[in-house]
């Protein structure tokens, strides 16, 4: 057993309406393919409205890499295309079928194939898509090789999935997923779990893997503070990263040559009345979750994924490709008399101008769940204080440096700076405690984007 | 508070573009969101964020500087009566003091607002901007550092120019590089140096029989140790600028900055431990009696303190980086000490010592990030990169 990896800065905030170990399989009759969850690709339709596809049949292509398929996760006919600003598709909608048919991709045994086939049925599949790279975040090249998988086993941020609960049963399913990765890289594969998590038997059994156990607060479950701690990222270099839970996807698809992109999702949030999984596929409509399982409140926010990352989508939207959480806030468009001045005793804050701030001092077991809304809480101000960002930031990074760099479009500081060795989610919390309100994740994907295209990735 | 809500709701169209004072819209903006914070929503990123904003994070320093502001009004009031009758003790007359000083201080602090926030106004309207909290702030600690008895339209002239060259033309709140209020502090040190030194200034419509010299005066004069008990400096009991006489009242302040966490303690512990090293240095090395005198004499007289805990912690000025800090904070209170023991000109060191590292702290900042740098790239060659 590999020593602890302690992390010291970040923060855990508590919010209500944590999801309780209770699941349930909604009967979910629309999904969609969102090409906008995948960074950099610009999709080319396979398909068009009123077409017939079956479980795994290729929906569009990457017009950067035409063998990445983006795959339906159910069997049904193309319902609609919706077209945001430019034309840009922004949903491919699916409407299920209540008989399901796959796409077959055989059960030829995983141990007689080479590298090349095991990827040419990854990409055939879609499941390619569930593999992101570091640096950018983006789909990997399938020609080139990583030096070394992240296999990211938990998750610190706000509400998260508990992935005890969720991988229970999952267990030959993930090895075998882990026996795919192998084939796909010489590098060593990193298992990264929590370690004050007694049961996670189901992760501690894989073979093949390197378990590394992390402690400490939310940001110690992003892969870019494992990566750090592991084996940083240098310019030039790559990492790919998976959930563990679509490692079970893939491992699936090995054994019964189907396409059944099973997810068990979080429903959570301080609006929700009945918080708990649901075992549901990629790209489910949300709207049976959240009928009727929410606060009378017209003026809510539905996120797909955490509330410091997650997406905005409608009551009628649909889940994220990486996402295994839906979360429910209230929206906050109300003005506060002389707020910046009242003592405030039920805001959040980490600061110590608030009462709340010195409760914040507390381990996160002593501190008691709090309710969180959209409002902005003041308006947008030069960077002025310093020293505030590092405190939530387990990177060797200067984070002001950093953010300067990436708005002055300098791409020589941001390699300098270390811009490789993170991704918009690690300033999610900076972000969140910014006295002068500033976009920071916003920023740091600009500047990431703006070095992407620049070396022509 | 509706009807207030409701009467900036109605008002609120003529300064939106295509309403009636569309060239208002920062002023508008300023007292709206003084009154209301605004309901604006998260629009990217992070989908709830922190209650804290920058009103409040500069209220807090106002709130700080409360202590310091009382006192140095009731000591204007007091000295001045003590000047004219030398056994007066310190609460005699406590009314008369009181509002002999707020008579003394009120009008300096409203030509620092006044002409401080309108040329703010003026340049958030014209860069269509929000205004910026920073000057709430500047426009108080410019009249606790002024000498009681400045004229007015000399801190109306360096309001104005502090804001303008020391802050503006660097591209406003956020891109300067020298504290502002020490700017303004120094312009009239260096341009009208009769009302900013000597005996005289340092006590409101002083007696002519009366002294006057300040403690750091008296040390410069080749005294062994200032009249003035170490005590009563450190009360504040004592001629000098408005807000820096006593330790007591700027420590009151300093804990209210540590504890909502709003000023650095690196940099006010450090500035200590600076002036400690080259006070210490000095009572080993020194030959005359201004070099014997223990450190934390140099802590209570003059303007030490405050600069410590008010001006070297503007984090705008200062470095920004952590282990920066402590290097910026050290050197000034080695300058202040070092300026104060040494020139004979400028029997105050501090204002000059935080100034000067004001210029510095990039370049300190630019060698902590450099090494950060460095770090990475050694990383990268052991990996087998090229050199970048």
Redesign the interface.
Known sequence: MSDIIKIKRGFDIKISGKAIEKVSSPLVTSYALKPTDHIGITPKLMVKEGDRVKAGTPVFYSKQNEKILFTSPVSGTIESINRGEKRAIEEIVISADSVQEYEDFGTESLASMQREEVIEKLLKSGLWTLIRQRPYSTIPNPELQPKCIIISGFDSSPLAANYNFILKGKGAQIQLGVDVLKKLSSGKIHLNIRANETNADELLKLEGVQINRFEGPHPVGNVSVQISKLD?I????MVWYIDVQDLAIIGNLFVSGKVEKDRMVALVGPEVKNTQYFNIKIGACISSLVMDNVSKDNNL?Y?SGN????K?IKENGYVGAYDNLV?V?K???????????AP?FK????????P??FLNLLPSKFRKPIK????????????????EY?KVLPL???P??LIKACIIEDIDLM????IYEVD?EDF??C???????T????IIRNGLELIRKEMGE | MKFVRDFLDKIKPNFEKGGKFPWLHSTFDAFETFAFVPKTTTSSGAHFRDAIDMKRTMTMVILALIPALLFGTYNIGYQHFHSLNPELAFFDGFWDNLLYGIIKILPIVVVSYVVGLSIEFGFAQWRKHEVNEGFLVTGMLIPLVMPPDVPLWQVALATAFAVVIGKEVFGGTGMNFLNPALLARAFLFFAFPSSMSGDNVWIAQKADAFSGATPLAEMMMGAELPSTSFWDMFLGIMPGSIGETSAVAILLGAAFLLITGVGSWRIMLSVFIGGAIMGLTFNLFGSNPYTQIPFYYHYVMGGFMFGAVFMATDPVTAAQTNKGKWIYGILIGVMAVLIRVVNPAYPEGMMLAILLLNVFAPLIDYYIVDANIRKRVKRWKIKGGQNV
């Open positions: 940083p240098n310019k030039g270099d926010r996120i509330v410091l990352t997650g905005r979360s806030i929206e906050g468009d109300y003005y506060q008399f002389l707020g910046w001045i405030g805001k959040f804050s980490l600061s110590r101008t608030f709340t701030g969180i809304d959209t409002n902005m809480h003041g308006g947008k101000r030069a960077l002025v204080l310093t020293g590092e060797d990074i200067y002001m440096q390699e300098q700076l270390g918009a999610a919390l972000e969140v405690i910014d006295v002068s309100k976009d920071i994740q916003q």
